[in-house]
């Protein structure tokens, strides 16, 4: 099946942990995007790229880091500099101008 | 940056009733997509708007986009509680995609 897929679901964090949240495409697409989903703000963007090993910062950067080594990947590190870290994270790929999102990983503070 | 105002943020509808949300931007836009996210689940494409004044419609939802280009609507006939979830707009510039509160909706059987 095509599509983009993200791992793990649920994730759990301690103080001080990094945490890395993986999103896989098999889509082909070129452009792939971090949003954050906090209740009643919508999506926030984090990171995207356009092309592998080239990425930019969005509204929200401060806290996360990603790379894009391949282009079927875009991994988004959540450090221990996100003192709020506590959302529902989505990853997309875009082409023919929409976006097309994985199942999303719920991310939360211990 | 660019802002992207939705209302309202949740409605409450009895089965049959219409529903309608609205999407302003701050700044012109070059399209306007509309997204539904199902409890759970995650933004999936309903529709891209382009032209100044355009109107589209989809069995009983209808999406305008404003002569401005500054805002735009979805209008839902005669809801059904498949249409429970939360709508978003997102505003189109370039690579980026400003996406709106979202309004949740719930339709009561």
């Known amino acids: 099946d095509g599509g983009i897929t993200q791992s793990p679901k649920y994730l759990f964090r301690k103080e001080g942990q990094n945490v890395t949240l993986s999103c896989e495409q098999n889509l082909n697409h070129d452009a792939m995007y971090w949003y954050r989903q906090d209740p009643g703000q919508g999506l926030r963007l984090i990171y995207y790229?356009?092309?592998?090993?080239?990425?930019q910062k969005g509204d929200i950067a401060e806290g996360y880091s990603v790379s894009r080594e391949k282009k079927e990947s875009f991994p988004l590190t959540v450090t221990s500099a996100q003192k709020n870290p506590t959302a529902f994270y989505l990853c997309a790929s875009r082409f023919g101008g929409q976006l097309f999102f994985g199942s999303g990983t719920q991310l939360s503070v211990l | 940056g660019q802002q992207v105002m939705q209302i309202p943020q949740y409605q409450h509808v009895q089965e049959g009733e219409d529903f309608t949300t609205y999407c302003n931007s701050s700044?012109?836009?070059?399209?306007i997509q509309w997204y539904k996210q199902r409890p759970g689940g995650h933004p999936v494409f309903l529709i891209q708007l382009v032209k100044s004044g355009e109107v589209k419609k989809q069995k009983r939802l209808t999406f305008q986009f404003g002569e401005a280009k500054k805002n735009s609507s979805l209008h839902i006939t005669a809801t059904q509680t498949t249409d429970v979830g939360t709508y978003f707009c997102a505003g189109v510039d370039g690579n980026q995609f400003y996406f709106g509160t979202g309004t949740s909706l719930t339709v009561i059987p």
């Open positions: 790229s356009q092309i592998v090993n080239d990425f």
């Open positions: 700044t012109t836009l070059s399209n």
